[in-house]
């Protein structure tokens, strides 16, 4: 029943900017990290931000002082806003989530969103 759906992606320039959101829904007891992940054709998937339920942060060295991930708890909510973008940021960005449905036991299971696309090109 829990899902995440990404919004936010689209045709940009280079050095543009994009705000991705993602959003959880459905029975959820609980929210623990959460993260971006991005995936251009024929290349693996790699992790580009990752944020914890403490919102500690991590990032892809490649995003690093372009990049901010964030997050609001009351909204299940996180973001990703892309700065100084370069056409090597194209992909899908998938949101990803470690959520524990609401039931007798909690137990976290990995969550994946379906991905919304990102170009950057002139």
Same mark, same amino acid.
Do not use: H
């Given at each position: 029943q829990v899902q995440l759906v990404e919004s936010g992606g689209g045709l940009v320039q280079p050095g543009g900017s994009l705000r991705l959101s993602c959003v959880a829904s459905g029975s959820i007891f609980s929210i623990n990290a959460m993260a971006w992940y991005r995936q251009a054709p024929g290349k693996e998937r790699e992790l580009v931000a990752r944020i914890s339920s403490d919102s500690?942060? %991590?990032?892809?060295?490649?995003?690093?002082?372009?990049?901010?991930?964030?997050?609001? #708890? *009351?909204?299940?909510?996180?973001?990703? /806003?892309?700065?100084?973008?370069?056409?090597?940021?194209?992909?899908?960005? %998938?949101?990803?989530?470690?959520?524990?449905?609401?039931?007798?036991?909690?137990?976290? #299971? *990995?969550?994946?969103?379906?991905?919304? /696309?990102?170009?950057v090109s002139s």
């Amino acid at each position: 029943q829990v899902q995440l759906v990404e919004s936010g992606g689209g045709l940009v320039q280079p050095g543009g900017s994009l705000r991705l959101s993602c959003v959880a829904s459905g029975s959820i007891f609980s929210i623990n990290a959460m993260a971006w992940y991005r995936q251009a054709p024929g290349k693996e998937r790699e992790l580009v931000a990752r944020i914890s339920s403490d919102s500690l942060t %991590l990032y892809a060295g490649s995003v690093k002082d372009r990049f901010t991930i964030s997050r609001d #708890n *009351a909204k299940n909510t996180v973001y990703l /806003q892309m700065n100084s973008l370069k056409p090597e940021d194209t992909a899908a960005y %998938l949101c990803s989530a470690l959520i524990a449905p609401k039931g007798k036991t909690v137990v976290f #299971n *990995a969550y994946w969103g379906q991905g919304t /696309q990102v170009t950057v090109s002139s």
